[in-house]
């Protein structure tokens, strides 16, 4: 057996996600872009370079791994590039998107040599969360002033606009879209790509992708543009668990078992967005499963199982692929999960383990 802990990523449920990029791509004549922030694990960039048309960045290092381990097209992005940065970044690139126009005008020369385009914040979006909506006041993301934007029009062929978070509602993403035709269709037409992000949570359960896919369309029609998506969970959502072991059980009024593993520095989203994780068991025997580290909140979260627990059961932590080996840290020295794929085969191949010297290597 694979000494947990280890994030394991399930190349069947993998495909089932490829197979509706597919259903969208051919529908709509989208491209569709491996959103890198969100997943970049590139042993099975494989199986995904077959399904996706590039990859879009969110610095230097994302821009550079999703050329050299993807290929196909790739956007780099940057909320701020700095000046050592962007003759590397231009060589790397197929599109660079800025973030403002000072940024565009500040770069002007250095990037000519490749399409380029600015990002525009329609200022709403669908993110239930302030930390994480780019349309919250005074947000630095995007510009969002049509007469300062129609300055650089000459200079750029295409818009990024992302304004999505984890939208399963279609009729929502159509109403704001329409606001978004309406309040800078005049520039839109003049475009020759528009990025419309990623955060559409097209691969979920009941998601009507022919009717998003004619939406996409009829707005690339409209406008004369190729549609970009940068899905991110959309790609990946329950194509992975992190696998764990029960080290200890404990009651302090409630049955707690403690895992070697940590929320902090595996799973970190679940304390930023105050979320509880999710574990495909039910039962009669209620327990807070809890990490290894030394933060009193490190919790995964509360579930029911079918029998008592003991120490050296092995636990299967739900949907952590999207947001987590890219945050994963080395907080309280606490082991780093390897990195397992399951075959087609059901076959398993360890392709990546950390140890002592990642850990050491990582701080000096």
């Not at 978070?165 to 978004?180: K, V």
């Not at 009717?211 to 990946?236: C, H, M, N, T, W």
């Amino acid at each position: 057996m694979i000494q947990t802990p280890f994030y394991l990523i399930d190349r069947a449920k993998l495909a089932r996600n490829m197979a509706v990029m597919d259903e969208l791509r051919d529908g709509s004549g989208a491209k569709v872009l491996l959103a890198l922030k969100c997943f970049a694990t590139w042993p099975v960039f494989d199986q995904m370079r077959e399904h996706m048309d590039g990859t879009t960045s969110s610095s230097l290092y994302e821009l550079r791994l999703g050329r050299e381990k993807f290929g196909k097209e790739t956007h780099a992005y940057s909320v701020a590039w700095p000046e050592q940065e962007i003759a590397e970044a231009v060589g790397y690139a197929d599109k660079i998107i800025f973030n403002s126009v000072g940024q565009l005008e500040r770069f002007d020369n250095q990037s000519a040599s490749i399409a380029r385009g600015l990002r525009l914040n329609p200022r709403f979006s669908t993110s239930g969360f302030d930390l994480a909506d780019p349309a919250r006041p005074f947000s630095r993301l995007g510009e969002w002033d049509a007469g300062k934007i129609e300055r650089v029009m000459d200079r750029v062929s295409g818009f990024m606009i992302h304004y999505n978070c984890e939208n399963a509602d279609f009729d929502l993403f159509d109403r704001q879209l329409t606001r978004i035709e309406e309040e800078f269709g005049g520039l839109l037409a003049r475009l020759t790509w528009v990025s419309l992000g990623g955060g559409i949570h097209f691969t979920g359960e009941g998601y009507p992708v022919a009717k998003l896919a004619a939406r996409l369309k009829a707005f690339s029609d409209r406008f004369g543009v190729q549609v970009y998506l940068e899905p991110g969970e959309a790609a990946i959502t329950g194509a992975a668990s992190l696998e764990v072991t029960v080290l200890d059980i404990l009651n302090n009024g409630k049955d707690l078992a403690i895992v070697d593993s940590s929320v902090e520095a595996h799973m970190l989203d679940l304390l930023i967005y105050r979320q509880a994780g999710k574990m495909e068991v039910a039962g009669d025997h209620p327990y807070m499963i809890c990490g290894k580290s030394c933060l009193a909140g490190d919790i995964f979260g509360e579930f029911n199982f079918p029998a008592p627990l003991t120490v050296g059961d092995r636990l299967s932590i739900a949907d952590a692929a999207g947001y987590t080996m890219v945050k994963k840290n080395w907080f309280n020295g606490v082991k780093m999960p390897s990195i397992v794929i399951k075959e087609l085969d059901g076959s398993m191949t360890v392709a990546r383990e950390f140890g002592y010297a990642d850990f050491a290597g990582n701080l000096g």
